[in-house]
Structures are given as C-alpha cells and as structure tokens.
C-alpha cells in the first residue's frame, strides 16, 4: 500500500496529541512531525508516541519540533492550534486571537508546504478555513475543515443508541457551521436503508437533533476543563485516511462553495468526496424546503463571522 512521506500536526495539545496517536499507528506516512511552541511538549509526545511502534506495529518515524518551517515538505499539514472559547470571551475576541495564530501558521505553509493539502481544525473551524485559503491562495481542492464529520458521527451515534442498533448501521449526514446553526439531515438519514422518519417519532429525533447540536457543550460541562478530542482526532483520522488512500469516501465536510446549495465564497459543512487531491467533489443532494431554509441561516452565520474577522486588526 502505497503512503505518504510526511504529515505535520501543528499544535501538540489533547487534539493534536490525540490524532498524531492516531496517525502514527495508521502508518499513513513514512514521517510524522508534531510542532508546537511550547518547548519538550511536542517532543516528548512523539518519542511516546513513537516508543508505542514495537507494540502496535507501526513504521512511522514521529518527532517533535518548535519550529513552523519543519512542516517542509508535508503531503498533509493539519492546524489544531488555537484557544478554546473561554467564559467572558467574545466571538471577536476568539476570532482575533485564532486568526493570529492561523495566519501565521498559514504563511509557514505557504513558504514550506506550498503543495500540501490543509486539514483545518481550529475553530471557528469555517471562518478558519477561509483565513488558511486566503493567505496561502491554496485551490479549494487542497483546504478542508474538520467540523460536518464530527457532528454527523456524534448525530450517528445518538440514533443508534436511542434504536439499540449498531453505529456503523446508521447513515447520517450534517451540514452547516459547527454550532448552533448546524443542519443534521434527517430527509437523509437511514438505518440500513430504512428512514430514520420511519423508525422514530418527531419529537424523539428533535431531541436527537438538539443533543447533537450540544455536543461538545456537553462534553466541556462534564469534563468542566478541556474539551472533546478523542471523537475529533477519529474524524480528522478519517478525513485523512480517506485522501491519503485515495478512497473517494463520501463525508460531510466543511469547503468552500462554488454555487453548490447556493452559496459561494465561503466554507460550509457539506456531503464531498475526499481523495488523493483532497476535495474531489461536492455533492449536491435535494433537501426539503425546510433542510434548505436551515442551511441558508447557517451560512449567513458564517458570513457574519468573515465579515468580523475582515475588521479585526
């Protein structure tokens, strides 16, 4: 099975740590770097990543480095790096602090990394994706956001445990930001074929639906510090999986639209196949009235947040 040479993780912390875990033991790469700027953090999680290789079995070279330009010559270049939205924090304030972090990030890509394929992760992951595609001037094919796959997996699972079935029997996909304004399609969501619509009453898939929006909330009030990586770091593995073998699979992602569900300029989470170039396509699916009013309202948040981020110094 042919592999990638190198794969860069920027940020060394509970995301990045996790998914560089993950990575390495899927031996996607020959190499795989872990920078952060915190001096021994991304070093000592590669060598204890990497003293894990006789036991798993794995062949990948992991190291840690401090320095952006070590993300030189990476086939995939994955941005975890940023703060979390904290109590007393505003949308502006997390977009400037995130934006000066990506687009520094974005610009040692774009010097050291210029044929890489970006896998943004930093929220607010859409509005994050737009800054990375701005400043490196990437094709859309070669920047993706993590955000549609997460929630369609966490959507997934909830319809599976509420029906007593197994996850990988239910199809889902959710579109839109990742937040409030996401748009889990339920026209579109089956259990081995059969319409969710079919299997559950209204108001038990309303309080799917609402529980999924609340996802990671959920998770932070448990935890009261941090927030969710291990389901990030697995869908990120997924999306990478998915380019780096080639495999067409059809996930919900965030890219930027071209006219596709009405919308242009901006990245939103929508069903796209994911190959060897990155992006290989979006996928159009009809939504009902509703689905697609919902979809509307989450890219105008999107918006909203772009047009913010245009205004910060």
Not at 98 to 103: L, P
Not at 130 to 134: E, F, G, N
């Given at each position: 099975m042919s592999r990638w040479s190198k794969i860069a993780v920027v940020g060394a912390g509970a995301i990045g740590g996790s998914l560089a875990q993950r990575l390495a033991e899927s031996d996607l790469a020959d190499e795989l770097v872990i920078v952060d700027i915190v001096e021994g953090l991304p070093q000592g999680k590669a060598l204890d990543?990497?003293?894990s290789a006789p036991i798993i079995n794995f062949t990948t070279r992991v190291r840690g480095s401090t320095q952006l330009e070590d993300v030189s010559g990476a086939n995939l270049v994955v941005l975890t790096a940023g703060f979390a939205r904290k109590p007393g924090m505003s949308r502006s304030d997390l977009l400037g602090k995130?934006?000066?972090?990506?687009?520094a990030h974005a610009e040692a890509?774009?010097?050291y990394a210029p044929k890489s394929i970006v896998l943004v992760v930093t929220n607010p992951v859409d509005v994050m994706a737009?800054?990375?595609?701005?400043v490196t001037e990437f094709p859309r094919e070669r920047v993706i956001a993590e955000s549609g796959t997460l929630d369609s997996a966490r959507f997934r699972l909830f319809v599976a445990r509420e029906l007593n079935v197994s996850p990988s029997d239910v199809v889902a996909f959710v579109l839109g930001t990742h937040g409030d304004t996401m748009v889990p399609i339920i026209s579109r969501c089956s259990v081995r074929g059969v319409p969710l619509a079919e299997?559950?009453?209204k108001d038990k898939i309303?309080?799917?639906v609402q529980r999924t929006k609340n996802g990671g909330a959920e998770?932070?009030?448990l935890l009261k510090s941090g927030s969710a990586y291990y389901a990030p770091s697995a869908a990120q593995l997924e999306m990478a999986t998915a380019i780096a073998r080639n495999e067409h699979r059809l996930l919900s992602a965030s890219v930027e639209?071209?006219?596709e569900y009405g919308e242009k300029g901006i990245f939103l989470s929508v069903p796209v196949i994911l190959g060897a170039e990155g992006l290989v396509k979006v996928v159009e699916t009809p939504l009902s009235p509703e689905e697609q009013h919902l979809l509307s309202v989450s890219a105008k948040a999107v918006r909203e947040d772009v047009n913010l981020l245009a205004t910060l110094p």
């Open positions: 990543i990497e003293e995130n934006a000066g972090i990506i687009r890509i774009k010097k737009h800054l990375v595609k701005q299997l559950l009453p309303d309080s799917i998770i932070v009030n639209l071209n006219g």
